[in-house]
């Protein structure tokens, strides 16, 4: 009968609806005066791996600065507010960075899919410490230019950008994620038993005579 019960407790979530979450993304940023520029860098859409939230550059606006996985204080506050979005939310996710198909080479040899890699992670730690549970992560990863938003313009801004995808159960099931069951609530402590009152401590008149608690 447990068994039973935890495999009813981390049933299938249902798929995320992509129209309610890009009507809360963008109230959230309507919302907070600090973003209220930011409109044009959020796009939410449907895949056929479920909703996809993306924060992407546009001219003039970038979220990180160039080669580097330190994001700027708008973009941590812009990922804070999706977060505060997505953590009620039971679906999987996953985070993938994006780069454009400028050329680009660091110290080392880093190279872009370092740099996506190292800006997916970012964008974790900041949506981790504003409340997203990490074991709904399914995967982190970095795309390095393979993946761009405009195809056909490598070099468009909006190619840089941070993906946050909520998946669908099945998908996330065929990337290797599975789902806790949910730890059942522990049982309430009994209340505590008030004991007899003893001859030691009962006055002549049969009433409990106060007691010291001492200095």
């Keep these: 009968e447990g068994a039973a019960e935890g495999e009813a407790q981390a049933e299938a979530a249902p798929d ?17 005066p600090d973003l209220a520029e ?37 973009t941590q506050t812009l990922l804070k507010e999706v977060a505060n979005v997505i953590a009620p939310l039971p679906n ?15 110290l080392g040899g880093y190279n872009h899919w370092d740099l996506s890699t190292d800006r997916a992670n970012a964008s974790r730690q900041v949506l981790a410490n504003s409340g997203l549970d990490q074991a709904r992560l399914a995967n982190v990863t970095g795309k390095a230019d393979r993946d761009h938003f405009v195809a056909d313009q490598p070099l ?9 995808v909520l998946l ?5 099931t065929a990337q290797g994620w599975k789902r806790e069951a ?3 609530e522990p049982a309430a402590a009994p ?5 007899e009152p003893t001859r ?6 049969g009433a409990q005579a106060p007691v010291s608690s001492g200095n």
């Design 38 to 74: 930011m409109k044009e860098n959020i796009r939410v859409d449907e895949t056929p791996e479920g909703v996809r939230i993306q924060i992407v550059d546009t001219d003039g606006r970038s979220m990180f600065p160039s080669g580097s996985a330190k994001m700027y204080e708008w």
């Design 182 to 184: 949910a730890k059942p």
């Design 16 to 32: 995320p609806n992509v129209k309610q979450i890009a009507k809360e993304v963008m109230e959230a940023i309507e919302d907070n």
């Design 168 to 172: 669908k159960d099945s998908v996330a």
């Design 191 to 195: 209340a505590p038993v008030e004991p």
């Design 156 to 164: 468009n801004p909006q190619n840089r950008r941070i993906s946050i």
């Design 200 to 205: 030691s401590n009962v006055d002549g008149r």
């Design 92 to 106: 999987a996710v996953s985070i993938r960075g994006h780069t454009d198909g400028a050329p680009f080479r660091g």
